[in-house]
């Protein structure tokens, strides 16, 4: 037995050493003969062959009878609803600070009190950390919670390296009557290092839930990527205990131990080691670069000529106001535009939107014909990939878990890296150049979206559309046509920066993002407006207090706290989410998903954008065409 709780040790110099409160008593709470040395020999084995990177499953882990008690403790707390750009679950409160509960409210919760103490008990403690070859692990920090994955929850990639976690863990509280299925989804999914610090675009092992079982794995900066698939079960949900066990705390340590801890903090330096999965995402992406516009001139075509004359003489003084577009420019963008969006009345009308909100969305933007075309071609493709959902699908019937090969082509490449992002990406037709007008296909859009991004997008005529609605100059840009699948594609919150050393990267962009979803009744656009379904573009400043990778992004109220409008989310879950919010989230706007609609969105450096991940139970993919103009 190990009495770690209520009294605190004090080292010879008279420094109290921080314990638990409570008695641990790990030979009652896990299963007879975990603790052997035997057992720990055959855990270590499995964990140093185990791959992609070392892992172990841990089966019947503590006492039948505890842990039901546990499950149901827990159940009976009330779960608050949380959502960030990685994450949909519903929680209850911070499990660590089950010390600072009154004597009442703990006898509520003492089998969960005796499963904790006995996880962070010395035995226990010893027990993993010589399974995962770390060093002493504190007996003090209990860092845990507990989290319930009903339908539409997941978590995206990252590599949970935060502070001074040391092992990472989860245990299963699956109903124990009725055993999870690997259809139900919420799989513990591992990711492979392809580079140092960069993950594979999918997973390469997949463990699924079940009962009383305990999968853990040490902390790396970037090596230890991991996510948790979208649960799909209609009726059924995915509890669990998560947390981490961390290393030595000041607090925990001898004064012999302190000593060398001092020591060594002041001799490390860090140098050579993988950055942590949000460092990188703060970064910026370096490995997207810009590319120069060809110059115009905002008087119109007859006036490029003296704007390249003016620009290679450094000549600053400032255009005149933007000129009507000509003939020959309507010309060029009528075959792609619709022709309400050429009329110099309404182009006047989204201009002065435009430069009051900074932002504006261009519903039913391309020519009719073109956007029926590629509605019909971008259905077609998702039938043809199994991705286009039942119109209905009965509220019974659950959606399928990720094919991970869906949709993938030599023509739509699956891009990540997957803690940034992952999607599939059209790739530039090579050898034969792209058509300067529609194909309007309606079989597959590749061809008019490749002929979107590269020809209409890049073209000064287009330019100068974008310069009259927006009084924004493009000199430089970059982009991307991307498919989002249901049930696996995503981006997580970035910053426009390219990377620190970009002199331009504090100036911003202009987001240019061109979008088609599903939408055959008014059944399917509700779903995409009501943003349950995932695929919304969302802008968000910048959360500096959290450094969580998996948790510091601001909390993601209802709809209404971003746009004034109610989502179509169950009342239940929506006031759940008012309870759990944290302030409005840093939200500074959010774009539902709609077919054939531009929104147009002036973004300072330092915010940050996030498409948030497809559900599984979204009508069809998200497609768009994704553009960052740099502007004068």
Same mark, same amino acid.
């Given at each position: ?15 109290? $050493?921080?314990? &638990?409160? #409570?008695?641990? +008593?790990? *030979? ?5 003969? @975990? !603790? ?58 911070? $499990?660590?600070? &089950?010390? #600072?509960?009154? +004597?009442? *409210? ?5 089998? @969960? !009190? ?75 999914? @591992? ?442």
């Amino acid at each position: 037995m190990t009495a770690e709780g209520k009294q605190r040790k004090t080292t010879q110099s008279g420094r109290q $050493m921080k314990r &638990l409160r #409570g008695t641990a +008593e790990p *030979e009652k709470v896990f299963r007879t003969g @975990l !603790l052997a040395d035997s057992q720990r020999e055959s855990l270590k084995t499995e964990y140093d062959a185990s791959g992609p990177y070392h892992h172990v499953v841990i089966k019947d882990l503590v006492s039948d009878d505890l842990l039901r008690r546990v499950r149901a403790e827990l159940l009976a707390i009330h779960a608050t609803r949380k959502e960030t750009d990685i994450y949909r679950v519903f929680q209850t409160g911070d $499990m660590a600070n &089950l010390d #600072g509960l009154p +004597e009442h *409210e703990l006898t509520q919760l003492k089998s @969960l !009190l005796q499963l904790r103490n006995a996880l962070y008990s010395h035995e226990f403690r010893t027990y993993i950390a010589s399974i995962c070859g770390v060093g002493k692990l504190s007996p003090s920090k209990a860092d845990l919670s507990h989290n319930i994955y009903k339908e539409g929850c997941h978590l995206l990639c990252h590599d949970d390296v935060i502070g001074t976690r040391s092992i990472s863990y989860i245990i299963y509280l699956t109903d124990p009557e009725d055993p999870w299925r690997e259809s139900d989804g919420g799989g513990l999914e @591992l990711f492979p290092v392809v580079s140092k610090g960069t993950p594979a675009v999918h997973p390469s092992v997949v463990i699924p839930p079940a009962w009383n079982q305990m999968c853990m794995f040490a902390v790396q900066p970037g090596h230890s990527f991991h996510s948790v698939a979208e649960v799909v079960s209609v009726d059924r949900t995915r509890p669990s205990i998560s947390g981490w066990f961390h290393v030595l705390q000041p607090e925990d340590m001898t004064d012999e131990e302190l000593a060398v801890y001092e020591r060594e903090k002041l001799n490390a330096d860090g140098n050579g080691q993988p950055k942590a999965s949000l460092d990188q995402l703060l970064s910026g992406d370096s490995d997207f670069p810009f590319k120069d516009l060809p110059k115009f001139s905002v008087k119109g075509p007859e006036f490029d000529d003296e704007e390249v004359e003016m620009k290679s003489g450094n000549d600053e003084d400032d255009e005149e106001e933007g000129a009507p577009l000509t003939e020959s420019e309507i010309a060029f963008l009528k075959p792609f535009i619709n022709p309400s969006y050429l009329n110099p009345k309404v182009i006047s009308q989204a201009n002065d939107r435009f430069c009051e909100d900074s932002s504006i969305q261009l519903t039913s933007f391309l020519e009719p014909s073109l956007a029926a075309a590629i509605s019909k071609a971008t259905q077609s493709q998702d039938k043809k990939d199994g991705l286009l959902t039942p119109a209905p699908r009965p509220v019974t019937q659950p959606a399928p878990i990720a094919n991970y090969n869906a949709g993938v082509s030599q023509d739509w490449v699956a891009t990540g890296p997957s803690h940034k992002h992952r999607f599939l990406q059209l790739m530039k037709p090579s050898g034969k150049p792209l058509p300067q007008t529609p194909t309007c296909s309606i079989q597959d859009p590749s061809m008019d979206l490749a002929t979107l991004e590269h020809v209409v997008f890049s073209s000064k005529p287009f330019l100068r559309l974008i310069n009259l609605i927006t009084s924004l100059k493009p000199t430089a840009s970059r982009s991307q046509a991307r498919r989002f699948r249901p049930g696996m594609d995503y981006t997580l919150a970035t910053t426009s920066g390219e990377s620190s050393n970009d002199p331009d990267s504090e100036v911003g962009v202009l987001d240019a993002t061109l979008c088609f979803v599903c939408e055959r009744d008014g059944r399917d656009a509700g779903l995409w407006e009501s943003d349950e379904v995932g695929g919304f573009d969302c802008y968000m400043a910048a959360d500096e207090s959290n450094d969580d990778p998996a948790q510091y992004r601001a909390q993601r109220a209802v709809k209404a706290a971003y746009t004034g409008t109610a989502g179509s989310a169950e009342k239940g879950d929506e006031e759940e989410m008012e309870e759990g919010a944290e302030g409005d989230g840093g939200a500074l706007l959010s774009v539902s998903a709609k077919a054939n609609c531009l929104s147009l969105v002036m973004r300072e450096a330092s915010v940050m954008r996030f498409i948030k991940y497809v559900g599984a139970r979204a009508p069809g993919s998200r497609w768009d065409v994704a553009v960052e103009y740099k502007y004068e």
